[in-house]
């Protein structure tokens, strides 16, 4: 079983950037598919972006492409996702999100979860 956690977050002016990781132990981050969603208050928790156990293959949601990148450090067990442009509907708490067998954009496709961590973007 892997542990997640989430670290990176804060306040940023609108246009801003913020580098968001995540710290896996327990296991070894290359044995899992990883994740990143958010939620915002009174909203359903959304995907955000993925990459899969190899680093390969990277999948975004159309509303941060080009703007956001997820990226693996396996030597330090750690997942990335560098946020660019952000916007102030992007206000949300951040989850990191991790499966050993499934890749994609469901957050049921995710068995493992970390405790989130707040993104304020003023506007």
């Known amino acids: 079983q892997v542990q997640l956690v989430e670290s990176g977050g804060g306040l940023v002016q609108a246009g801003g950037s913020l580098r968001l990781s995540c710290v896996a132990s327990g296991r070894t981050v290359t044995s899992y598919h990883m994740a990143w969603f958010r939620q915002a208050p009174g909203l359903e928790r959304e995907f955000v972006a993925a990459?899969?156990?190899?680093?390969?293959?990277?999948m975004y949601a159309d509303s941060v492409k080009a703007r956001f990148t997820i990226s693996r450090d396996n030597a330090e067990n750690t997942v990335h996702l560098q946020m660019n442009s952000l916007k102030f509907e992007e206000t949300a708490v951040y989850y990191c999100a991790a499966d050993p067998h499934q890749f994609g954009r469901r957050t049921d496709a995710y068995a493992y979860w970390g405790q989130g961590t707040q993104v304020s973007v003023s506007s």
């Open positions: 990459v899969d156990r190899g680093g390969t293959t990277a």
